[in-house]
């Protein structure tokens, strides 16, 4: 089974905080991604990785960073953490496959159990 | 315009009801396209999948894709209680960057 673990369930900071939100999969795949989840708004893309040390902006990027050094791992860092950013945050994981001879990204996300950061 | 289009419900249907689950997306580009399920206080979970136009039956779950109308679809039938969650589509392959609707709501009434 995929297993994409996040590394605290929840936390609490402060205001002004950097705070480290840590991701790591098993399964070897390509790409990773870190969403945040607020009632009403759904899943909004935050970055997204293809590769080890590549990164994309997604919908909602600012106040962000992530970092990707190891390919199993996909951190986001909040620089100094906004109240606005009180939220649940999940990562996810997804594999390419071979298809007409063609590595192709397959878009079948594997979720983690998510991060609730509340920021006072 | 969103990408994605999902009626955020709740859909509330009686135990052992077809509960049928819409989705419109925008992007032509879109070959395939996942359903998750997500329960309260859960991370979602890919449930199906459908990368040709037509149906595809798993179960209880039967999803339909219309790339014409850019519509997919999830039936449940014999719908129970622990179907009760929120249902997300995203579209897939070809691209990297994976957005998704908003989800809808479904209540199964015991």
């Known amino acids: 089974d995929v297993k994409v673990t996040q590394s605290s369930r929840y936390l609490v900071k402060r205001t002004g905080e950097k705070v480290f939100l840590e991701c790591v999969q098993d399964?070897?795949?390509?790409?990773m991604f870190w969403y945040r989840q607020d009632p009403g708004l759904g899943l909004r893309l935050i970055y997204f990785?293809?590769?080890?040390?590549?990164?994309e902006k997604g919908d909602i990027p600012e106040g962000y960073s992530v970092s990707r050094e190891k390919k199993e791992r996909f951190s986001l860092i909040l620089e100094s953490a906004s109240t606005n950013q009180t939220s649940m945050y999940l990562c996810a994981s997804s594999p390419r496959r071979l298809a007409g001879g063609h590595w192709r990204d397959t878009g079948e996300l594997f979720f983690g159990e998510g991060s609730r950061l509340t920021v006072l | 315009q969103k990408e994605v289009e999902q009626n955020s419900g709740p859909l509330s249907v009686p135990e052992g009801a077809i509960a049928s689950l819409n989705c419109t997306y925008s992007d032509r580009v879109s070959q395939s396209f996942f359903w998750y399920r997500q329960y309260s206080g859960k991370s979602p979970e890919l449930i199906m999948s459908i990368y040709s136009n037509g149906d595809k039956e798993d179960g209880r779950f039967t999803a339909q894709l219309n790339k014409a109308s850019q519509y997919v679809s999830l039936l449940i039938r014999d719908s129970q209680p622990s179907d009760s969650a929120t249902y997300l589509c995203?579209?897939?392959?070809?691209?990297?960057?994976?957005?998704f609707g908003t989800g809808t709501k479904l209540q199964v009434i015991p």
């Open positions: 399964m070897d795949h390509e790409n």
């Open positions: 995203a579209p897939g392959g070809g691209y990297q960057k994976v957005t």
């Open positions: 990785s293809y590769d080890v040390k590549m990164k």
